[in-house]
């Protein structure tokens, strides 16, 4: 039970993954929007974690395709800014740290990783049969590589001001 379990989730993963990455990028109208919230969000000294969702929640009221998969890549649109946002910071402090700091980047990363398809996986399990899985895990990426990007953003900057 439980390798098939795990086989589930690696191809639920690799579905996600392989979607986003098959010539998909973000556009520069879903850019510009996030970078928007984040700006306005920073400028009122409110929390720019609640930007995440800003892409997918306007795209599933629209409801212009209703299928598992229009409202997969709903969240798909928005999972491409995060996941282009937390990769350049990353780069960028990967560059900029010392040895010991890149280690634990890299380890907060890995661990990061295990933790959000660990927790975008539990739909699985309690939501074992039906395709309603697909929107639901796609919107769990995209919310939780949303909020590590704007993680990793403020520690750079915080970073950067010391």
Known sequence: ???????????????LAGEARAGDDATAEDR????RCLDEKAAAGEERETCVGVIADACLDKSEDPSTYGMANCSK??????????????????????????RELRN??????????????FYRVMQPQGSIIIPIASYCAMRETGRQAVFLEMMHEEGDSR
């Not at 510009?32 to 970078?35: E, G, T």
């Not at 295990?114 to 975008?120: A, E, N, P, Q």
């Open 108 to 121: 907060l990363q890995r661990v990061w990783i295990d933790l959000s398809d660990k927790k975008c996986g």
């Open 32 to 35: 510009a929007a996030i970078q």
């Open 77 to 102: 649109r928005e999972y491409l800014v995060w996941d282009e946002r937390l990769n350049a910071t990353y780069r960028q402090m990967m560059a900029e740290l010392a040895p010991d700091q890149r």
């Open 1 to 15: 039970m439980r390798r098939t379990y795990t086989v589930c989730l690696s191809l639920i993963a690799l579905t």
